[in-house]
């Protein structure tokens, strides 16, 4: 007889870890009907005229349009063969299946929160406080202060953008440069402001959420595209933004399954969902960004 091999395995798998994405939901959802979204743009705003005579000028109105793709995500297949998962205490086909969402979740968020950022930072705000370690490992930054944001804020306040419905997306590595200023741990914040939808925090009418990543941009200030590769020249980013004046299409994740197949004797799954996001407008308004500075 062929010796039997068992093997145990603990009831409480270790599940892969992901970022919080729920940020990217505080925005304007479009419908995903194909490859590209078209959001209609208002054309020059009219001027006023103070003591006219008669008869008036007729002006026309020229307005624009604001065009973002919608691309497809897909994870690639993975086989779970069915002597695997007679030998342990959990499902490993439903694990897979939560991992193929959870990762199409995480980098759908990634690209949609990089889409809102302006390409050239040299046209936003950088750090101006107190040296700071790098999160790429590179050359010291300068950390976040009170005013740096108060700067956010009068920027958006500038654009006449509502006060109510306001955010940030703050690194892992900036958030706790907000934890340092009495501004954002006061006795208001301290005595327990619930954690809704993600949110961790308060600070100057911006509601805060953290996440491991956010935005990042290189040494000369251009953004970096999501789902490239540290480097040591790289600098965190905090993404402030107006939930009205950004735009996500999202489409309804599908996976795909061939269960029980003969040949493999066992399950193929994967998944796939289509996605995308822009600025709301096309001169920008409605969102900045705050970037780490150097003292170089």
């Not at 499902?91 to 990089?114: P, Q, V, W, Y």
């Not at 790289?234 to 004046?245: G, N, Q």
């Amino acid at each position: 007889m062929a010796e039997q091999i068992l093997k145990v395995f603990s009831k409480d798998l270790q599940k892969n870890l992901f970022p919080a994405n729920e940020f990217y939901k505080q925005s304007k959802l479009d419908s995903v009907t194909g490859g590209t979204v078209e959001v209609p743009q208002s054309g020059s705003k009219p001027t006023v005229e103070i003591n006219s005579t008669v008869p008036l000028t007729p002006e026309e109105r020229t307005d624009d349009v604001l065009t973002y793709s919608v691309d497809k995500f897909n994870t690639p297949p993975i086989y779970v063969e069915d002597a695997n998962e007679a030998v342990i205490n959990y499902s490993k086909r439903m694990d897979i299946m939560g991992d193929h969402i959870a990762m199409l979740n995480t980098t759908i968020a990634e690209r949609i929160g990089t889409s809102w950022c302006p390409s050239n930072g040299s046209t936003s705000l950088k750090t101006t406080g107190a040296t700071r370690p790098s999160s790429a490992g590179g050359a010291a930054v300068k950390a976040v202060t009170y005013n740096d944001i108060l700067n956010l804020m009068t920027a958006l306040d500038a654009q006449d953008i509502p006060a109510d419905g306001r955010y940030l997306l703050a690194s892992a590595n900036m958030y706790a440069d907000l934890l340092k200023l009495p501004e954002f741990i006061s006795s208001d914040f301290q005595k327990g402001m619930p954690v809704e939808n993600g949110v961790v925090g308060e600070i100057l009418g911006f509601k805060v959420y953290k996440r491991s990543k956010s935005a990042r941009y290189n040494n000369t200030f251009q953004k970096i595209a999501a789902g490239t590769s540290v480097q040591t020249t790289d600098r965190d980013a905090i993404i402030a933004w107006h939930k009205s004046f950004v735009r996500r299409a999202e489409g309804n994740a599908k996976t795909y399954g061939r269960f029980d197949d003969p040949e493999y004797l066992g399950s193929i799954v994967n998944a796939m969902v289509r996605a995308g996001g822009s600025k709301g407008r096309t001169n920008g308004e409605g969102v900045a960004v705050l970037i780490q500075d150097t003292f170089a």
